[in-house]
């Protein structure tokens, strides 16, 4: 479990994790290619992203201090697909027991979407150590302190609703990481590929001075 170990201690080392949606193949891999040259280090792939699994082996190409991972897989025989392509850790909208199976098998950090404790104990339960709290947009960052009560030793990174105003109110609170999807969409609809390098800098920033 020690690749496991140490891919999650990247990700909690940088902080940021740039949930990269794109409608077009075109258009995800222009955030992702931005968000890396901005800093961000650990960049998520999500499958709704059309050919993911070719933009993961792209990605890939980028050098070993840049974590690449799939996100919205929901089954065992997805999450399977996206290690294939080089995918370092395995993000779902929920928990799932086949895919935690799979991904602890090849040693593959799984970070399972969860919102109630019940949720959160299963999945720690299963060999899950880092929860996404999520949508985050449905809690306040104090939901961290109301977690670590009954569960101490559970590790979250919220993910959903995280923004330049709030990220490091989390990172306080207790978050070990964060996840980012939206704004560089928006960064990009706005302003292009420069904004999308731009907001990637800011948040480099933001967790730095946190």
Known sequence: ???????????????????????????????????????????????????????????????????????????????????????EYIVSPCFDKETAITCNRYHIPYIPGCMTVKEIKEATE???????????????????????????????MPTGGVNLGNVNEWLEAGAVAVGVGSDWNKALSSNGEAGVLETAKRYVGKVIQS
């Open 126 to 156: 299963s060999g899950v150590a880092l929860i996404k709290l999520f949508p985050g947009n449905h809690f306040s960052p104090s939901m961290i302190k109301a977690i670590k009560g009954p569960l101490p030793t559970v590790e979250v």
């Open 1 to 87: 479990m020690f690749k496991a170990f140490q891919t999650l201690q990247k990700i909690t080392e940088k902080k940021v994790t740039a949930v990269v949606r794109g409608d077009t193949f075109e258009e995800a891999e222009t955030i992702a290619r931005h968000c890396i040259e901005g800093g961000v280090k650990s960049i998520e792939v999500t499958f709704t992203t059309p050919d993911a699994p070719t933009l993961i082996k792209k990605l890939r190409d980028h050098g070993e201090e840049i974590i690449v991972g799939a996100g919205s897989v929901l089954d065992s025989e997805t999450a399977r697909i996206a290690m294939v392509s080089g995918a």
